[in-house]
């Protein structure tokens, strides 16, 4: 297409659909076709993602490094975007991103860096340390924007000189506010899944990880039992924990309030018919789907870990409590339970203030980093 920028965007290893994929797949969706045209380098499970959007402006190709010494991945790559007339590179992950900044810096195309989440979040101690070096490093030398999505992020990554301030800038998520806006019809969704549609229904949508805190939720509803008998918990999602926790629910006599839904499509149909969305997290940066449960009209129950704090004003949006205290997190559900007049007014409140975290607004501002590195380039 003449006078068509050619994006390349390097989206990790996941082989699921989280927020991360979500976040690529609205910034593919919502850009001018007119100015650019996408291409991902992605696992299998984003490739089908973005095939099944049936964009004009995207081509997935499959790719994903084992590790990030990859050599193998490096050579690929680079011949990947010769072939393709990449003129720009967006990273996403920070393993496939050692692998892209470097072999962008050898074709001399400028990078942009999202980071979601840094990766030195994962580990502690020597390694922890280590990690922060390197995403330095990267960071000062081989790439040219760094966005954090989350403000708490980028503070901490310019404190510790991870992230130099020129070059770093916060764009939020932002999410397709359509969806959610959008009545559902409580009760045939709430039978599909055989729910009494009296039941008070939290709801938890995320990857079965130790990152998402769900084993402290459980604990939460295990301490919720003995007092309340008119709610459900549905965990939405799937992940390595799914065997794990569906164990603690069959062992700790749960079975009759939590239920597995699995990885959904419908999630906007499901959050419309669910009461409270719960977060339990003990690492977030700013998650998008807390964005798509306020949109829904949800009040939060969040731990106060990355920007949930900021989204989730407490005791107006929803209740924010401390992680890895299941008491806390019991506390606050049964509060939101009790009182279904809380639930409305924070419900309403949340919807309103998701309305300022658009995808538009966040494509807009990355879009604009885009044309002012291709300017300078040209």
């Known amino acids: 297409m003449p006078g068509c920028n050619v994006v390349g965007i390097v989206a990790g290893a996941s082989s699921a659909l989280g927020g991360v994929e979500r976040h690529i797949l609205s910034l593919i969706r919502g850009s001018d076709p007119r100015r650019f045209r996408f291409v991902v380098f992605c696992p299998h499970a984003l490739l089908a993602a973005v095939e099944d959007l049936g964009l004009g402006n995207a081509e997935a190709v499959e790719w994903a490094p084992r590790s ?184 700790g006599g749960l079975a009759s309030k939590v239920q597995f839904l699995g990885f959904r499509k419908d999630v906007p149909t499901l959050l419309g018919a669910s009461d409270v969305f719960v977060l339990p997290s003990r690492l977030e940066a700013m998650p998008v789907s807390l964005l798509e449960a306020m949109a829904s009209g949800l009040p939060c129950v969040v731990t106060s870990v990355g920007d949930n704090a900021k989204l989730v004003e407490d005791g107006i949006t929803g209740l924010v409590v401390p992680p890895e205290d299941a008491g806390a997190l019991a506390t606050a559900l049964g509060q939101v339970l009790a009182d279904p007049g809380l639930r409305c007014s924070m419900g309403e409140a949340a919807h309103r203030k998701a309305q300022q975290y658009t995808v538009e607004r966040m494509g807009a501002r990355t879009l604009a980093i885009y044309e002012e590195l291709l300017a300078e380039r040209s």
Request: hydrophobic letters at 40%; glycine letters at 6%; aromatic letters at 8%.
């Open 68 to 251: 990030a010494q990859s050599v193998c991945a490096v050579i690929r790559l680079r011949s990947l975007l010769r072939d393709r007339n990449v003129s720009l590179l967006h990273i996403h992950d920070p393993r496939s991103g050692v692998a892209g900044r470097l072999v962008a810096k050898a074709l001399r195309i400028p990078v942009v860096y999202t980071v979601h989440l840094p990766p030195y979040h994962y580990t502690t101690g020597v390694k922890r340390r280590m990690y922060r070096r390197i995403e330095g490093f990267l960071n000062w030398r081989f790439t040219d924007r760094i966005v954090y999505v989350s403000h708490q992020a980028h503070n901490e990554a310019i404190s510790l000189h991870v992230a130099p301030r020129s070059r770093s800038v916060v764009i939020e998520n932002g999410i397709d506010l359509g969806p959610y806006n959008r009545l559902v019809d409580r009760r045939a969704v709430r039978e599909a899944v055989s729910c009494p549609h009296d039941a008070t229904v939290l709801c938890f949508v995320g990857r079965f990880t130790e990152q998402k805190g769900i084993d402290l939720l459980l604990q939460a509803v295990k301490a919720l039992h003995d007092q309340r008998t008119d709610f459900k918990l549905w965990l939405v999602g799937d992940g390595p924990l799914r065997a794990q926790l569906e164990q603690y629910v069959l062992k």
